[in-house]
């Protein structure tokens, strides 16, 4: 089978050698394994051997980074490291990794991301760092592209459609996408075909509270059953779960607007209302705002009800 296609996003980057180190902010924020994957799926193609590393804050901590990233291997041209979330990072840890580029190890390349905007875009200005901050629409699209790609690789078609809203019901993240496909497809079994009912059996079904019946009472500006499911799902819910949640209200608007379903439509006023708050929800939770994702949601929710 012919290799997927380079996300648009990273194909300026892809078509020359790694570089020092990438930097994924904004919406672009959970593409940061995906840019690894790739960088890992063209080095094999050109039968290049390369090394490829995950680090956690604890293996920041532990070990000497500089001193791990400037010790080239014996066996490997490439060595890329993918880093945890710069905002999560201790400020020395920042900084080392700014002094580090000042004069990078030629055979390394660091893989960064960053939740919290205003932080992150401060730090694109660092030397040897090439950084991007894409529009949500082109980040859901990168990871729809990634998925059906998999699905073609395991023998089953996944259409363009679905794919697109596993990549907004996992919130945007390469890494809960690269979880849930592996389910969604054996889910699907050898039917051939995946289609987004399995999606929402395998990746919705597992909590208490079904996130696009949420949507429903929202759009319907029913508040007392808004809010009771949303204080159930906070109850149980992690703070990506609140990134799923958005994408989830997104999906259901977008299917309104297109006349599917059987909730009836939504007016235009009402639909730019709810996308101008998903989107103010979208980038407190990814920095604007010190609040956990749980109060930033009640809050926006609370709006969008009175």
């Given at each position: 089978m012919k290799p997927a296609d380079p996300p648009p996003i990273f194909r300026e980057w892809l078509s020359g050698d790694p570089a020092p180190a990438y930097l994924l902010y904004g919406d672009g924020a959970g593409l940061a394994g995906l840019l690894a994957r790739s960088w890992e799926r063209k080095?094999?193609?050109?039968?290049?051997?390369?090394?490829?590393?995950?680090?956690?804050?604890?293996?920041?901590?532990?070990?000497?980074?500089?001193?791990?990233?400037?010790?080239?291997?014996?066996?490997?041209?490439?060595?890329?490291?993918?880093?945890?979330?710069?905002?999560?990072?201790?400020?020395a840890h920042r900084e080392e990794i700014k002094a580090y580029l000042e004069s990078p190890e030629p055979s390394a390349t660091l893989i960064l991301h960053g939740t919290d905007f205003r932080?992150?875009?401060?730090?694109?200005?660092?030397?040897?760092?090439?950084?991007?901050?894409?529009?949500?629409?082109?980040?859901?699209?990168?990871?729809?592209?990634?998925?059906?790609?998999?699905?073609?690789?395991?023998?089953?078609?996944?259409?363009?459609?679905?794919a697109l809203f596993l990549a907004r019901w996992v919130g945007g993240s390469f890494d809960a996408l690269d979880a849930e496909i592996g389910k969604v497809l054996a889910f699907a079994g050898g039917r051939g075909e995946v289609v987004e009912e399995d999606i929402r059996a395998v990746c919705v079904a597992r909590g208490d509270v079904d996130p696009f019946r949420?949507?429903?009472?929202?759009?319907?500006?029913?508040?007392k059953a808004c809010l009771s499911l949303f204080r159930r799902f906070a109850?149980?819910?992690?703070?990506?779960?609140?990134?799923?949640?958005?994408?989830?209200?997104?999906?259901?608007?977008?299917?309104?607007i297109?006349?599917?379903?059987?909730?009836?439509?939504?007016?235009?006023?009402?639909?730019?209302?709810?996308?101008?708050?998903?989107?103010?929800?979208?980038?407190?939770?990814?920095?604007?705002?010190?609040?956990?994702?749980?109060?930033?949601?009640?809050?926006?929710?609370?709006?969008?009800?009175?």
């Open positions: 080095l094999r193609g050109g039968g290049v051997p390369f090394e490829s590393f995950r680090w956690t804050l604890e293996d920041l901590a532990r070990d000497s980074p500089t001193a791990a990233w400037r010790s080239p291997s014996f066996f490997s041209r490439v060595r890329i490291f993918t880093l945890p979330d710069i905002a999560e990072m201790k400020k932080q992150a875009r401060g730090f694109s200005g660092t030397r040897n760092l090439l950084s991007v901050a894409p529009r949500e629409e082109k980040a859901v699209e990168a990871l729809a592209r990634h998925a059906v790609a998999v699905a073609a690789g395991a023998g089953a078609k996944l259409t363009r459609e679905s949420l949507a429903e009472t929202l759009v319907r500006k029913d508040a109850a149980a819910a992690d703070p990506d779960d609140y990134h799923k949640l958005n994408g989830a209200v997104a999906w259901f608007l977008r299917s309104r297109q006349g599917k379903g059987s909730a009836g439509g939504v007016t235009p006023r009402r639909a730019a209302e709810i996308f101008r708050t998903l989107s103010r929800i979208d980038r407190e939770m990814k920095g604007e705002s010190r609040l956990s994702p749980g109060q930033v949601y009640e809050i926006r929710l609370l709006s969008l009800l009175s």
